[in-house]
């Protein structure tokens, strides 16, 4: 599973720094690195700035570095996209520019640890039966899709299975799951009707039959 770490340096005080000159409260914002997208665990990666606390219309510019990786777009902007080596982790790290000097440098970064996606596991295989004694493999399946979130589950068929669709349903109703956990695909083959189920951890490629 993805690790995400977020490291803020930020040179100032509760985002308030008070200067001596004409005694002026001087406001400083506060500066993070966010995944711009809900997934956020392989490549190409989306990264934003967010920026809070400070003044409002303030004018500044982006200067973006990657470490292990490469930015795609977005230089100079809010947002950026950039791919990784084929190292597993990455860090964008961005330096807003244009705020008040008393602020000194506002740089965060975010840096984005992800271990090598874990292996499909196949977990049932069976032949033409009825649906009554199917619910109990198709319960397996649903255990491993609540205890591995991002995960998602696959259904197999080599030929034309005329119980899909009530096998999906039968998953999604009776035990809650989104609709794109669940994946049926059928093979055309000239072999004998076989399913089988399969868990796809985050970040693998689905199974072939």
Known sequence: MPIFISFLLLLTVDGILSTAKNNVDITCPRVEVICARKECYSSPFYFKVQISDGAPNQKVSYQWSITSGRIVNGQGTSSIKAV???????????????????????????????????????????????????????????YQLRSQPGARGYILSSGKWSLSGRAQKYLLTEHGLESGRVVYVQRKTKRPLMIRLYIVPAGANPPGM
């Open 84 to 142: 990784a080596n084929d190292s597993h982790n990455i860090t964008a790290t961005v330096e807003v520019q244009g705020l008040p000097a008393e602020c000194g440098q506002a740089i965060a970064s975010l840096s984005v640890i992800t271990e090598p996606a874990r292996p499909v596991q196949q977990i049932d295989e069976f032949g033409s039966l009825p649906l009554e004694k199917i619910k109990s493999r198709l319960d397996k399946l649903a």
